[in-house]
């Protein structure tokens, strides 16, 4: 009688655990938000920035915590020529502007990229239009 009560309680005990498991990974799936940045470039540039992109800030933002989804290079629309897109996700907004301010902070940031924008002679970017998006119940991102 005993062994059987053990396994009983067991079982439930895993049960439960497992139940609150499965909750907090689909609250935290829930949760996840992207970011939508599109760059108008300065003229001629946005190969440029694609580089920086490829060769450097993908990678701090890798180090930040942040997942790249994926790069564009504009291909119709007004100023497609000059036009760079990519799209990173986040756990929660919350996350989204920790990692921006742990960003900020890296060395290599402030130097291959703060430095330069600042600089009128070497910028690249001449706008940048940044949203936020939360996917929908229906999305394959979820």
Same mark, same amino acid.
Do not use: C
């Given at each position: 009688?005993?062994?059987?009560?053990? /396994?009983?309680?067991?079982?439930?005990?895993?049960?439960?655990?497992?139940?609150?498991?499965?909750?907090?990974?689909?609250?935290?799936?829930?949760?996840?938000?992207? $970011?939508?940045?599109?760059?108008?470039?300065? *003229?001629?540039?946005?190969? @440029?920035?694609?580089?920086?992109?490829?060769?450097?800030?993908?990678?701090?933002?890798?180090?930040?915590?942040?997942?790249?989804?994926?790069?564009?290079? @504009?291909?119709?629309?007004?100023?497609?020529?000059?036009?760079?897109?990519?799209?990173?996700?986040? *756990?929660?907004?919350?996350? &989204?502007?920790?990692?921006?301010?742990?960003?900020?902070?890296?060395?290599?940031?402030? $130097? /291959?990229?703060?430095?330069?924008?600042?600089?009128?002679?070497?910028? /690249?970017?001449?706008?940048?239009? @940044? &949203?936020?998006?939360? *996917?929908?119940?229906?999305?394959? /991102?979820?």
């Amino acid at each position: 009688m005993l062994k059987w009560r053990i /396994l009983a309680i067991t079982g439930v005990t895993f049960g439960l655990l497992g139940t609150g498991w499965a909750v907090a990974e689909r609250q935290q799936a829930a949760s996840q938000v992207y $970011e939508l940045r599109v760059y108008k470039t300065q *003229p001629r540039q946005r190969e @440029a920035l694609a580089d920086r992109f490829r060769d450097h800030t993908s990678g701090m933002f890798e180090r930040a915590g942040m997942t790249n989804v994926g790069y564009w290079n @504009a291909v119709s629309g007004d100023d497609s020529d000059n036009t760079f897109i990519y799209l990173l996700a986040y *756990p929660s907004r919350e996350a &989204r502007d920790e990692m921006w301010r742990e960003l900020g902070t890296y060395e290599d940031f402030q $130097e /291959l990229i703060i430095a330069v924008e600042q600089d009128e002679e070497r910028r /690249l970017v001449a706008s940048i239009d @940044a &949203r936020m998006l939360e *996917p929908t119940s229906y999305s394959a /991102l979820k």
